[in-house]
T-cell receptor, first 113, second 112 residues
């Protein structure tokens, strides 16, 4: 089945630093989504990308849908302690049955104050 | 902000027992899903449901699993005879057409 490679697996950064993480796939998706998960909670949608080449921001977060439709990155600028959590990319191909999300393995972000 | 509600938040059950996990999707959403996350691992697709029937399921979703939308608001996942390896967080999600999914907070299922 389709697999997503998400990197890095974990990051330890200082508050105020910028963060970058990415996802790649061997097959194309027509939608890329980025989620954040706090411990014991469900994934919360951060950014949705629907078009190849699309660059979308949500506050300090910026994500891009790669031109090849096989990759996406997420940047967080000026990190703060509450950015701590696990970030998941997810790919989706909408079809007649709406499709299902394929998740990456996550990037665990730790922020030192 | 509308949300997906899941109950219970934590369920402990004995191996071999049946469990029903409950979800109330967002009211104007048409597509409903169950996902599973074993501790420390990625979120995995179980099943999608549209127009009162299963539209897609993964190989994890075997004969022990079933879903139901018993009324206009609830969406349930039943595991008929739980196994130790069914211990995981189970997330319900719902979506409109061609939009990102909204996930619930999950039910932590512990099989002992």
């Amino acid at each position: 089945g389709q697999q997503l490679n998400q990197s890095p697996q974990s990051m330890f950064i200082q508050e105020g630093e910028d963060v970058s993480m990415n996802c790649t796939s061997s097959s194309i998706f027509n939608t890329w989504l980025w989620y954040k998960q706090d411990p014991g909670e469900g994934p919360v949608l951060l950014i949705a990308l629907y078009k190849a080449g699309e660059l979308t921001s949500n506050g300090r977060l910026t994500a891009q849908f790669g031109i090849t439709r096989k990759d996406s990155f997420l940047n967080i600028s000026a990190s703060i302690p509450s950015d701590v959590g696990i970030y998941f990319c997810a790919g989706l191909n909408y079809g007649g049955s709406q499709g299902n999300l394929i998740f990456g393995k996550g990037t665990k972000l730790s922020v030192k104050p | 902000e509308p949300e997906v509600t899941q109950t219970p938040s934590h369920q402990v059950t004995q191996m071999g027992q049946e469990v029903i996990l409950r979800c109330v999707p967002i009211s104007n959403h048409l597509y409903f899903y169950w996902y599973r996350q074993i501790l420390g691992q990625k979120v995995e697709f179980l099943v999608s449901f549209y127009n009162n029937e299963i539209s897609e399921k993964s190989e994890i979703f075997d004969d022990q699993f079933s879903v139901e939308r018993p009324d206009g608001s609830n969406f349930t996942l039943k595991i008929r005879s739980t196994k130790l390896e069914d211990s995981a967080m189970y997330f319900c999600a719902s979506s409109r057409v061609n939009h990102g999914y909204t996930f619930g907070s999950g039910t932590r299922l512990t099989v002992v």
